[in-house]
């Protein structure tokens, strides 16, 4: 088992910036890659970034692609989101996962755990 806590959140005015953590504990030796996914109101959740734990690898969303960063560090267990030039569109609960294989990085049915969300606010 591995639990995900996810921290950062909160409500900010367009143009600004948040930076999410994610703290991983329990089984995660074999985790291959964790990932930000966000869910609006009345919408379907949706992928927004990913990295590659061993390698540093990183995928991004085309509508976060040059204003989110994603990060790590291996020595805390801890994925970090740094989201810059925040638009009101960016509003939604975002949500931690890991996976322990390679696969589609959309596909929020590949990954094998979750944390519990947290709420990003953004205001125009």
């Known amino acids: 088992q591995v639990q995900l806590v996810e921290s950062g959140g909160g409500l900010v005015q367009a143009g600004g910036s948040l930076r999410l953590s994610c703290a991983a504990s329990g089984r995660t030796f074999s985790t291959y890659a964790m990932a930000w996914f966000r869910e609006a109101p009345g919408k379907e959740r949706e992928f927004v970034s990913a990295?590659?734990?061993?390698?540093?690898?990183?995928y991004y969303a085309d509508s976060v692609k040059g204003r989110f960063t994603i990060s790590r560090d291996g020595a805390k267990n801890t994925v970090y989101l740094q989201m810059n030039g925040l638009k009101p569109e960016d509003t939604a609960v975002y949500y931690c996962?890991?996976?322990?294989?390679?696969?589609?990085?959309?596909?929020?049915?590949?990954?094998?755990?979750w944390g519990q969300g947290t709420q990003v606010t953004v205001s125009s």
């Open positions: 990295v590659k734990w061993s390698l540093g690898t990183t």
């Open positions: 996962a890991s996976r322990y294989y390679s696969g589609s990085w959309y596909a929020s049915s590949e990954y094998n755990y």
